[in-house]
């Protein structure tokens, strides 16, 4: 989401005409969001460049390419080589079956080992890594404020990969120790409930809460001391970049693709 924000503005900036369309606008399950976002997609001009982010854009635009969309450039923003083998039998029948489809198109990563795992794996013809763009603000001072409590944060969809319940739980042994830690939770995703009720199973609601989805990056960083992930899979964390530009430390697991590269 950041990423496609950054990249619309700098399309308006350069005069170029574009709409951002955010498929999760347009339904609640991935029926809903396929059938309402080509609702809206099929108005266009076939000859329009449609940048598909993700797998469910990307799902939509094998679709699209059999209607006539031809200038489709799809983008994975993970390590597509680990999530394919860390999902089940039938995500994995889905996932082969789409990249086979689009093996000869242009397909763009966001790290370059994501690149070549996926590109052996997959087989495919037409790879490019161009790494996540961010705009660094050199005139944003670090205003966080030296106390006794410590507050990290994690900035996160709420997804089984980013293992949320590994935080929790090292927070809560870091806390039993030391007694002055914190855990802010920024963000949202298909476990939030079971977040939720695991932060309250572990009887420490008090000192790790789940903030939600929040756009105000200045907000987030200001509230936080350092970011912390234990994420298994990424493509290129947004999140690391804007962490080094609000000046905060981050601690981050060495996942192979994205944050060894950073």
């Known amino acids: 989401k950041t990423v496609s924000n950054i990249l619309h503005k700098s399309f308006i900036n350069n005069s170029i ?50 209607i006539g969309y031809k ?102 042994e870091l806390h039993n120790q030391y007694n002055n830690i914190k855990l802010l939770i920024y963000g949202d995703g298909e476990q939030k409930e079971l977040m939720h009720n695991y932060i309250k199973k572990l009887n420490c609601s008090e000192y790790i809460k789940l903030m939600g989805s929040e756009n105000n990056k200045e907000k987030i960083y200001n509230s936080i001391d350092a970011l912390i992930s234990f994420s298994s899979i990424e493509g290129l964390p947004t999140v690391i970049l804007e962490s080094i530009n609000f000046k905060k430390p981050v601690f981050y697991t060495d996942c192979s693709s994205g944050p060894r590269e950073l």
């Not at 940048?51 to 679709?63: A, E, K, V």
């Not at 789409?98 to 397909?107: H, T």
């Open 71 to 172: 200038n489709i450039i799809n983008v994975v923003h993970t390590n597509l080589f680990d999530y394919y083998n860390s999902v089940s039998s039938l995500k994995k029948m889905i996932v082969k079956f789409m990249f086979y489809i689009i093996r000869n198109d242009l397909i763009v990563f966001v790290s370059n080992e994501a690149e070549l795992k996926a590109k052996k794996k997959f087989n495919l013809a037409n790879t490019k890594t161009i790494y996540n763009i961010y705009n660094f603000n050199k005139n944003i001072n670090n205003n966080s404020k030296i106390n006794e409590k410590i507050v990290l944060g994690t900035v996160s969809r709420l997804h089984s990969v980013k293992n949320i319940d590994l935080a929790i739980r090292v927070i809560k």
């Open 17 to 66: 005409n574009c709409e951002l369309l955010n498929m999760n606008d347009y339904g609640k399950n991935l029926w809903q969001k396929l059938k309402n976002s080509y609702k809206t997609i099929k108005t266009y001009n076939k000859k329009d460049i449609l940048i598909l982010q993700h797998y469910d854009p990307i799902f939509l635009g094998i679709f699209l390419k059999f």
